[in-house]
């Protein structure tokens, strides 16, 4: 007969191995690094580690805090080589030398970079040149190629146009990623959708109510729709703002139309988190849908 301690233990096998073969488990998991925007007030600025199988895979923005929150939170970045860029303000971007000096630690093994984000214009440039300005031979951080691993860096820059068609930019292992255009004034964005084993998210960026038709097209059934929600209904904000953001009746109605199961409101302004049941309200109007406002260090399943 066994022992208790041999029966415990095997209790615990079984328990563990119960666990990892869960249909519990999501396919998709959204960790919130950064849930704010330009303002400091505790929030780290936008970012997003996309964990799939278990396994951190993709960062989607890289706002400045990004790097202290994946410290905290102990993430592994050993498999994280794609990065999506919505736009480049600096709230959303400021951290990618950061993040590639800690990638870069993590592995002895040469690092290839797929880097997806804007093409440019007016005062923006494309990302390849963003990221070349940073870790090229002549960027300000060149030295980033000689610290830690070998690396190369492919770098697509996207169509900014609003009639530009959406896009399948990765289709590896069953992981799919398509981007769309959207519109952030006069800084160039682009909204991604993520799929992996049935399980959608979907990535607005910042964007202004212009680019709706473009998201609600790119969000169709998503499971969960993450929107970028720094204004109050008007005339509650900077009327300027509205030329850059969505404001929340609209995300609502956005949400409803898209047909997306959930919604998770981040890039989260001082006044918005100062007001949110009128927030939650207005986006009830339409959403009948489960509701969150993003914190930083959030964990999110994406689908079962
Ligand atoms: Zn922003």
């Known amino acids: ?38 303002r400091a007030f505790g929030r780290a600025g936008s970012s997003y580690i996309v964990v799939v199988d278990g396994r951190p895979r993709i960062l989607v923005d890289a706002g400045p805090g990004a790097f202290l929150r994946i410290g905290e939170l102990h993430l592994n970045l050993a498999k994280v080589d794609t990065v999506l860029l919505t736009h480049l303000h600096i709230d959303h971007s400021a951290d990618l030398a950061a993040f590639f000096n800690a990638r870069g630690l993590t592995s002895d093994r040469p690092i290839a970079y797929h880097i997806f984000g804007p093409d440019g214009a007016g005062l923006f440039p494309k990302t390849s040149r963003f990221v070349d300005l940073l870790v090229g031979d002549n960027g300000a951080f060149a030295y980033q190629k000689t610290f830690g691993a070998d690396e190369s860096f492919a770098v697509r820059d996207l169509a900014i146009g609003l009639n530009s068609p959406r896009t399948k930019i990765v289709d590896r292992d069953g992981l799919a990623v398509e981007e769309i255009a959207t519109h952030h004034g006069d800084c160039p964005s682009v909204a991604y959708r993520i799929s992996y084993r049935g399980a ?33 209904d008007p005339p509650g904000s900077p009327s300027q703002l509205y030329d850059l953001h969505t404001p929340p009746r609209k995300i609502g109605e956005a949400a409803r139309d898209s047909v997306v199961k959930s919604l998770l409101l981040t890039h989260i302004a001082p006044d918005v988190e100062g007001q949110e049941n009128a927030v939650r309200k207005s986006i009830r109007a339409s959403f009948a849908g489960p509701v969150a406002v993003a914190r930083d260090k959030l964990r999110v399943p994406v689908g079962k």
């Open 1 to 38: 007969m066994k022992t208790p301690m041999l029966l415990a233990a095997g209790v615990l096998a079984l328990f563990q191995a119960c666990l990892q073969a869960s249909p519990l488990k999501p396919a998709m998991e959204v960790v919130v690094l950064g849930s704010g925007g330009p």
């Open 200 to 232: 959608v998210v979907v990535f607005s960026g910042d964007m202004d109510a212009s680019a709706l038709p473009n998201l609600v097209q790119l969000a169709k059934n998503a499971d969960l729709l993450i929107f970028n929600c720094a204004v109050l």
